[in-house]
């Protein structure tokens, strides 16, 4: 930001004597050198991927985000499967731990199909997003403010889903889950609700078959990962197996009211 | 009239390289008097080399985009990101958009740049075992570039009926261009298995491009 200050100061104020070297270079005054520098400097500092400020500021708080970003394709293309189609998932759901470095820490996506990214809940509100805006623009009513509305919406929603699935957590004892994997957890309900979004673009009333049957498969998968989060926590899971039920129940049946409020657009 | 304090006539220092002094020295009048004219002459730069609007770069990475059959050049784009080209695609989409009847400017430029900003982040997550020489002022200039289908879309969809399924299809075609075009200047140096991804990214960002134009 010095920088910056100092060379539109000079800009500003132009002494006849100065030395001649400022004079000459392309980056002086308000130009479109200052605009790429700048854009390079502060974008690969804030949201590059070897950046400091994400390395050091935020590991207080969030876990290391590359983890999450380990994907391929065909990873992509499984998960989606479990997150949609939970009931075929046939094998475990427990999350693969190696041993690193004397503490057990989990595998990356691209080598467990049951370990949370952040691709897909990205992606899935984008798709969210670009939907909502076709449907908006099917019924006429389209605007860039509109887009934008649904845009906090939507973040509305995961925050909702966030906060949810953490005093979940909290509330049955394991709340040192790290926060980017409930972030991806409460994401992972987006792709459902784009996908009924689709189909409610083409047809009205294969909505109202479609979106209670991604609401429920939302809910399961959510169900069966929490599960297993609890399990990986320090406190018995049996302790309270009644009221661990009755929590989780409770997270399967407000998917409904959840993303029947996303993908309702009318408003 | 008496002066009160002296006012130094104006002196412009003739060691420093490139002023006007050295072959026009501009003429001193004296207190009070209008300054004469002074006609610039060959030495200084001309106006588009002082802004780095490079027009036959521009071009040159036009033509490169625009046959759609042939693969645009990533080497082209790699070394030279500019920000001029993308600037001109904006306002002609924002002309279109004007001829259609829709006052897209503002909306246009903050979209390509949150988008922009999304694509670098999410390009930035893959390839960082490798370091990418893609930085935010490259990928704004990709994006950018990468707007020259929805330009030319803006353009035909004046001419296509409203509403209607034709310009769904056309509009998808033209977002399939746009992805193709973005997705091979940008993941030139990620992995393969990572293009799929990325084409998806770039995807979303052109398909709210096209919702600007078909509605």
């Given amino acids: ?267 | 009239m008496e002066w009160d304090f002296p006012v130094p006539p104006v002196v412009f220092d003739v060691s420093i390289p490139n002023y006007r002094q050295q072959h026009h020295p501009i003429p001193e009048t004296g207190p009070l008097q209008p300054p004469a004219p002074v006609f610039p002459d060959d030495d200084e730069r001309p106006l588009l080399e002082e802004l780095d609007i490079d027009l036959g770069l521009v071009w040159r990475k036009t033509i490169s985009i625009l046959h759609p059959l042939r693969s645009a050049d990533p080497a082209l784009h790699a070394e030279n990101a500019d920000l001029s080209g993308p600037f001109l695609f904006v306002l002609a989409f924002g002309v279109f958009q004007l001829l259609a009847g829709k006052l897209h400017f503002g909306v246009a430029l903050g979209w390509v740049t949150v988008a922009s900003v999304f694509l670098y982040f999410v390009f930035s997550k893959f390839s960082a075992g490798r370091r990418g020489d893609v930085n935010l002022y490259r990928c704004l200039s990709l994006v950018g570039y990468g707007m020259l289908p929805m330009v030319i879309f803006s353009a035909v969809s004046l001419f296509l009926p409203r509403g209607g399924k034709l310009i769904f299809g056309v509009a998808m075609g033209f977002v399939l261009w746009s992805t193709r075009v973005c997705t091979r200047l940008l993941a030139s140096g990620a992995a393969d298995e990572h293009r799929g991804l990325i084409a998806y990214a770039c995807c979303l960002v052109y398909m709210i491009f096209s919702l600007l134009v078909v509605f």
């Fill in chain 1, 1 to 267: 930001m010095a920088a910056m200050n100092s060379e539109l100061g000079g800009y500003a104020g132009r002494p006849p004597n100065a030395q001649p070297n400022p004079f000459e270079s392309a980056m002086y005054g308000a130009g479109p050198g200052l605009i790429r520098t700048g854009l390079g400097a502060y974008g690969e500092k804030f949201l590059g991927s070897s950046s400091e400020f994400m390395q050091s500021n935020i590991t207080q708080y969030l876990s290391d985000p590359q983890y999450y970003f380990q994907v391929n394709s065909q990873y992509v293309r499984n998960k989606l499967k479990v997150i949609l189609f939970p009931f075929f998932h046939r094998g475990h759901w427990t999350r693969i731990t190696e041993p690193v470095g004397g503490r057990l820490s989990y595998k990356p996506p691209i080598q467990d199909i049951n370990a949370p990214d952040l691709y897909i809940p990205l992606m899935a509100f984008g798709t969210y997003i670009v939907i909502a805006g076709y449907a908006l623009g099917v019924l006429g009513k389209f605007t860039p403010e509109a887009l934008t509305l649904q845009f906090s919406r939507g973040l509305v929603g995961w925050f909702l889903q966030v906060v949810l699935i953490k005093g979940l957590l909290y509330s049955l004892g394991s709340g040192e889950a790290p926060l980017l994997d409930i972030v991806a957890y409460a994401g992972y309900g987006f792709a459902g609700t784009s996908l009924a979004m689709l189909a409610r673009i083409f047809w009205s009333y294969l909505y109202y078959f479609i979106m209670p049957w991604f609401c429920l498969c939302t809910g399961v998968f959510l169900v069966k990962t929490m599960k297993r989060v609890l399990l990986g926590g320090p406190r018995s899971y049996e302790r309270h197996p009644s009221r661990n039920h009755y929590f989780l129940l409770f997270l399967a049946v407000v998917q409904f009211p959840m993303l029947f409020w996303l993908g309702n657009i009318s408003a």
